[in-house]
């Protein structure tokens, strides 16, 4: 039986090569007293999924677990702490079945996002006729600071939502593309951003589209994909 924990110190995956930085933004490193001790996946803002083996000692006690996210939080935050542990039913310490543990953050995480001036891609149909091809364009995206000034949109720019188009107009979606993708491409992977949502107009100046923010979403979408898998709709 080899269970992957506590291990010593240079030992790595086996075989393998070195990840680069922000390669796999899911892992988390399970720590104590500034010691790795597992390695656990982001499955929600505030939950964590690990082996259940690496916390059972854990779960009744008052000893402090951490988090490390690294760079994935765009707070500063380097670690956060773990609220609740909850492992298995089923699992038992001297056997392997079930060997899987959820953890609860005290906080939320936040993600970091892709930063202003990014490049990204909208894409529909658009105010067109049936049968004309899927027309698609490169935008910025634009901060929300920038995004709701005066001039712009005057603060209506609410953390859900994010911007992305031309300050001076000329690009845009427009009617007939809302719930459209937006997209943005990071290391050769593609990762949708936004959900076409509204605008003033279209392509105007100072008046840029403005999409539903994915990752504010990911928790209320996670949710509805389970209870629909529980009823099997």
Same mark, same amino acid.
């Given at each position: ?10 030992? *790595? ?7 680069? /930085?922000? %390669?796999?933004?899911?892992?988390? &490193? ?7 001790? #597992?390695?656990? &996946? =982001?499955?929600?803002? *505030? ?6 083996? #690496? ?29 609740? =542990?909850?492992?298995? $039913?089923? +699992? ?5 079945? +079930? ?13 970091? /996002? ?21 027309? &698609? ?6 901060? $929300? ?7 712009? +949109?005057?603060? +209506?720019?609410?953390?859900?939502? =994010? ?9 845009? &979606?427009? %009617? ?18 936004? @959900? ?20 504010? @979403? ?16």
């Amino acid at each position: 039986m080899n269970i992957r924990f506590l291990p010593i110190k240079l030992t *790595r995956i086996v075989g393998g090569n070195l990840s680069l /930085e922000g %390669q796999f933004p899911w892992q988390v &490193s399970l720590q104590f007293q500034n010691e790795h001790l #597992c390695g656990g &996946s =982001i499955v929600a803002t *505030r939950w964590i999924l690990t082996a259940a083996h #690496c916390v059972y000692g854990w779960v009744n006690s008052n000893t402090p677990l951490l988090l490390d996210f690294g760079a994935l939080l765009v707070s500063g935050a380097k670690y956060l702490s773990v609220e609740k =542990i909850i492992y298995h $039913a089923r +699992y038992r310490p001297k056997g392997l079945d +079930y060997d899987i543990a959820l953890l609860k953050l005290v906080e939320p995480l936040a993600f970091n /996002e892709f930063e202003d001036g990014k490049m990204c891609w909208i894409s529909g149909w658009g105010r067109l006729r049936m049968g004309v091809s899927l027309h &698609s364009a490169r935008v910025p995206l634009i901060s $929300a600071k920038a995004c709701s000034q005066p001039e712009v +949109y005057q603060g +209506y720019i609410s953390p859900g939502m =994010i911007c992305a188009g031309y300050l001076e107009g000329g690009t845009d &979606s427009c %009617q007939g593309d809302s719930g459209g993708p937006l997209a943005c491409e990071d290391s050769s992977v593609w990762k949708l951003v936004g @959900a076409t949502s509204w605008g003033q107009g279209c392509a105007e100046r100072n008046k840029p589209g403005v999409y539903t923010r994915i990752t504010q @979403a990911l928790t209320w979408i996670h949710q509805q994909m389970e209870v629909r898998k529980k009823y099997g709709d």
